[in-house]
């Protein structure tokens, strides 16, 4: 792994340096004050596909001749390791991209002497394509996000203002036959416009929906009470008791949280509704939904949404929070229910996770910081 032995290097010194090169996970690359090749460890070697004839013999020249032209930008590649150089005892951080994709991470440490001096630089490769991959990844969707956000803010509105017509119209009609209900010429026209409500009322829910989609970013937070916030959404659950399982209510004392009451009732609302739905009979014996709050360790607080139904799938589980997407495709709704709850427990510095097992039902797991740390 080394050529000549580095001066000034005792022999513990390159036993541990020798050792360090060997174990660690990135490639390393070793040089001297001038900037000469001193050694380079195996995984720099497989992360640059040096030649196996080369051994560890290849020196400066070679090893800069052949990274070079596996580099997507050339010239920048060598001006950076130039403007490294003439940093001496700066660290040194940047990107590197190659022609086949991939993406090092190039790191530069001096190696600083008693008197202050640069006697050596340690550079550092590490591979973070992955990472970098998926932040562009969510960079694209953050974007679409936005512009779906802009659209639906505004068909919302136009959709709202001709829903809440038509809504009129009907309970106007449906209130003028009131006076004969059960005559025969009567009963289908009800059923009709009942029919027609029930659908007027699915549409008002995609519009509410879509709506708080399109307004994630605007939320005042304010010192708020967890359990109250609970207690207000188990109430509005409730006002629908036949698709409502009971709900076991299982609380310890918790810091108040910075949240917008509203919105957060929204997500607890939202929680316990996708744990009714998780079951095939809501009203079925046994069926229960259990919801803890708890500090944890850190000082944070914890509410859990456990429910006993039918669980999900592992694909369901690998797109819960995707936009759009149903939890399961028996689910009703826009698919937009986990994704709003995610966001806006972000946006309060939190976190939503879930866990499942097929069979055995889910649960969701929030987090959130305190509204005063001591």
């Known amino acids: ?92 951080i940047d990107e590197v991209e190659l022609l086949d994709g991939r993406i090092f991470e190039r790191s530069k440490y001096p190696v600083i002497t008693s008197d202050g001096e640069v006697s050596a630089r340690v550079w550092c490769y590490r591979e973070v394509s992955a990472q970098r991959h998926l932040a562009e990844q969510r960079l694209v969707v953050s974007e679409r996000l936005a512009s779906v956000a802009q659209f639906v803010a505004s068909v919302t509105h136009d959709i709202n203002n001709p829903l809440m017509s038509i809504s009129a119209n009907v309970d106007y009609v449906l209130s003028e036959l009131e006076d004969d209900p059960r005559s025969p010429a009567v009963l289908p026209v009800r059923e009709a416009l009942e029919d ?30 967890v359990r109250a916030i609970l207690e207000s959404a188990i109430t509005m659950a409730g006002s629908r008791p036949s698709e409502i399982p009971p709900i076991e209510l299982q609380v310890e004392p918790v810091p108040f949280v910075a949240a917008d009451e509203a919105r957060l009732s929204r997500v607890f609302l939202n929680l316990i509704l996708n744990a009714a739905q998780s ?14 709050t708890a500090k944890t360790p ?17 694909m369901e589980l690998e797109g819960v929070f995707d936009p759009f ?17 995610k966001n806006i427990v972000e946006k309060l510095g939190g976190t939503l996770r879930v866990q499942s097992e097929l069979g055995r039902g889910s649960r969701f797991t929030i987090e959130l910081p305190p509204a005063f740390r001591r």
């Open 298 to 314: 850190a000082g944070n607080v914890r509410i859990e949404f456990e429910d006993n139904g039918k669980g999900l799938t592992e």
């Open 325 to 341: 997407v149903p939890v399961s495709p028996q689910s009703p709704g826009t698919g937009l229910r986990l994704v709003l709850c």
């Open 1 to 92: 792994m080394w050529r000549p032995t580095p001066e000034g290097l005792t022999d513990l010194g390159l036993g541990i340096v020798r050792a360090i090169l060997g174990t660690v996970t990135e490639g390393l690359v070793v040089t001297n004050a001038s900037g000469e090749v001193i050694s380079y460890n195996q995984r720099f070697a497989t992360m640059w596909k040096l030649p196996e004839r080369w051994g560890f013999e290849a020196d400066t020249q070679m090893l800069l001749a052949h990274s070079i032209s596996m580099v997507r930008h050339p010239g920048r590649f060598k001006e950076r390791i130039d403007q490294a150089i003439d940093a001496r005892e700066h660290v040194f």
């Open 196 to 225: 027609v409500r029930e659908g007027l009322d699915r549409i008002r829910v995609l519009v509410r929906d879509l709506g708080a989609f399109s307004r994630l970013d605007q939320q005042t937070n304010a010192p708020s009470d």
């Open 279 to 292: 079951f095939e009979e809501v009203r079925s014996a046994g069926n229960v939904v259990v919801i803890r």
